[in-house]
């Protein structure tokens, strides 16, 4: 096992993904969910077998669509022992700000760097709707708080008033996400500046499938100076591109995408899902800093999708 | 106003069981507007008991009494009364009450929870019972419809979100923009419901003020929404009869 306890300088990149988007390179993230249950082994195999040695660094994400299972910390700590660089993805649904806060400074002590601020789905959206929503903070919070406590406080104060002092401060790199393809673009914009100047280092975004659309949303924000990772996700249907259009929030996947799946044999349709990814890479690398790609437990084909996008 | 709707009838009728003299009372405050609560709907309620009553009445006894000829007296062995007042959050106007409580050995309230609340601390030996499940702040929207306005958050946001309130209509009570479930202008939750910061944004746009939204909005206090417990108002000027202050 390697030591969790990484000390990191206090200027300078702390992890494998700020110094490699820092350095101008394309990079490339992928993304794991824990198992509903302790049986976490088939996503860190799969993480060790397709991503380790092909992406900079993975998504874990935390209870993701509000299905409860196992969480993105622990998953984060055990990639980090595996030699992968996790991306720990944080809802601010299940934990008000002393249990972001402590997740935080234990995710530090675990040797976790990349943090992911996200709200999070509804709990209605999920498996536990009857659960309390907390939302204490919004990501912009979350961002806020992670600033916070790399100046060396936290969000309380001592009983006299004075903000609290840390033994043993934390340096994170913070992202946060955006929908660039959504009907109506100028409030993602706000927030994304909002998320920008409560520190947010580097973006992932939302599903993309119209890359002119991402072009112009890439141009809109040209005044914002923070990397951008593309986020793909493996349509493994015509079905599944419907379902997108009609359900997911910010998603449009073009009628022409869903026709190549449509007419793809069954055989076929991974191939066909491979060469779509790739392509839209191809479209949209030139305008943006890297690729998030997010296939749905069809991690074998990240390496396929790299090689498609011409970029192995 | 205060919205509420009223609960089951069932579930009203279990927690009447082994109460022999009810007394339903109305508050004719919110809960008459709202149509769940007021003298109609204690009527109501109060008819739909002792229906309640004979129909269990005849199933415990109905079988052997039909054997020897008897039947079930009308309203079984429940006394139902109907009573109703202006309000039930007021001290003032329980005097106004038409029957006496001594008579009954239980109190069905058709007011809010805060009626509910208020007569058990003025009336601690009797049980204060709730027919309705109070449910949000709201107005009334449209005929025979009421919508949630205010959360009653103790830090009234409105001045700079357009009048649109997030805390109340943003299903996660946002405070910096939409998040990733805004939908053509719904939200995730349900695309019946507006998302309340594309509203905001709609409002703030028309007026001017998209400066509004772009302010950063630090995390909220939420010791002002019962995050210190139990929260009172004073006006100390008023505070002569401190008798009432309890």
Sequence with gaps: MTEPHVETPATGPVSKLQAELDSGKFVFTGEIGPAKGTNVEKCLHEAEEYLKHTVTAVNVTDIQTAVMRTGSLSVSHMLTDRGIEPVYQMVTRDRNRLGLQSDLLSAYCLGVRNVLALTGDHVSMGDHPDAKPVYDLDSVGLLEAMSTLERGSDMGSDAKGNPNVLDGVPRFFKGCAVTPCTEEVEPQIIKLEKKVQAGAQFVQTQAVYDPEAFERFMEKIAHIKVPVLVGIVMLKNAGMARYMNSSVPGVFVPESIIQRLVKASKDDKQKVSIDICGELIQKMKHCCQGAHLMTLGWDHCVPAIIQAAGLA | ?246
């Excluded at chain 2, 006496?100 to 049980?127: I, N, Q, R």
């Design chain 2, 1 to 246: 106003m205060i919205v509420a709707e009223r609960k089951p009838l069932n579930e009203i009728v279990q927690s009447l069981a082994g109460r022999k003299r009810v007394l339903v009372l109305g508050c004719g405050g919110c809960v008459a507007v709202c149509c769940s609560g007021g003298e109609k709907q204690a009527e109501l309620l109060g008819e739909q008991l002792k229906l309640a009553a004979q129909v269990a009445c005849k199933a415990a006894s109905g079988g052997e009494e039909a054997a020897r000829g008897g039947t079930a007296a009308p309203g079984g062995k429940v006394e139902i009364t109907v009573d109703c007042i202006t309000r039930q959050c007021d001290r003032e106007f329980f005097a106004n009450m038409k029957h006496d409580l001594k008579d009954f050995d239980v109190v069905l309230s058709t007011a809010c929870g805060v009626g509910v609340g208020y007569m058990t601390a003025l009336y601690p030996e009797k049980v204060i019972l709730p027919a309705l499940n109070t449910t949000f702040y709201g107005a009334n929207v449209a005929p025979g419809q009421w919508q949630e306005f205010c959360h009653g958050c103790g830090d009234c946001v409105l001045a700079w979100t357009g009048g649109v309130c997030p805390i109340a209509r943003c299903s996660k009570s946002l405070i910096n923009g939409a998040c990733g479930g805004t939908n053509h202008g719904k939200c995730e939750v349900s695309k019946d419901m507006d998302c309340a910061w594309y509203l905001i944004y709609k409002r703030l746009k028309e007026l001017g003020r998209l400066e509004d939204l772009r302010k950063m909005r630090p995390a909220r206090q939420w010791s002002k929404d019962r995050g210190k417990g139990v929260r009172r108002l004073t006006h100390e000027e008023l505070m002569q009869d401190t008798e009432v202050q309890k």
